[in-house]
């Protein structure tokens, strides 16, 4: 069976010719694999918390815009209604990144005010939330084989 092309592994042999490897021992990951493989042990077992921003709207009306846009390009909205609010009267609360929400404001050169994405703003907070990530998770082979390279090493037991 074959890896298919983003689960490519490379052979890192410095010192070929001193030491014998066994199959998977210096196997380096490349590619999208080895960005998660990164990640993973970057966040392992770490806290980080975040900043976001909980923004309070009236959505847009779909009904009051005469197009739509899409792959295809501009498309005619067949809802469409001449006189139709530009926002609804309903509220809804949507979660935005920090980069988000300072994307999400338009001013126009025709007008006095601004325009935000999504909806006429209301009110926003913002906020933070802890992140907690869990440790990182290896079969027991790879767990013996770290306690056999580092015997003095001081971890838990996992349960398999």
């Given at each position: 069976m074959k890896n298919p092309p983003f689960f490519k592994l490379f052979r890192f042999d410095p010192e070929a010719s001193l030491e014998v490897f066994s199959s998977n021992k210096g196997l380096v990951w490349a590619g999208y694999p080895a960005n998660i493989a990164s990640r993973l042990t970057d966040m392992g077992n770490k806290i980080t918390t975040e900043n976001y921003y909980e923004v309070l709207r009236n959505p847009i009306n779909p009904k009051a815009l005469k197009f739509r846009y899409s792959l295809?390009?501009?498309?005619?909205?067949?809802?469409?209604v001449d006189?139709?609010?530009?926002?609804?009267?309903?509220?809804?609360?949507?979660?935005?990144?920090e980069s988000q929400f300072a994307q999400?404001?338009?001013m126009y050169d025709h007008k006095d005010d601004f325009f935000t994405i999504g909806g006429k703003m209301i009110s926003f907070k913002r906020k933070e939330r802890t992140i907690?990530?869990?440790?990182i998770l290896v079969t027991e082979k790879v767990y013996e084989g770290l306690l056999a390279e580092n015997p003095g090493l001081n971890i838990c037991r996992p349960i398999f």
């Open positions: 295809l390009g501009k498309i005619p909205n067949p809802d469409y006189r139709a609010p530009f926002y609804l009267t309903t509220t809804e609360i949507v979660e935005l990144t999400s404001f338009v907690i990530y869990p440790p």
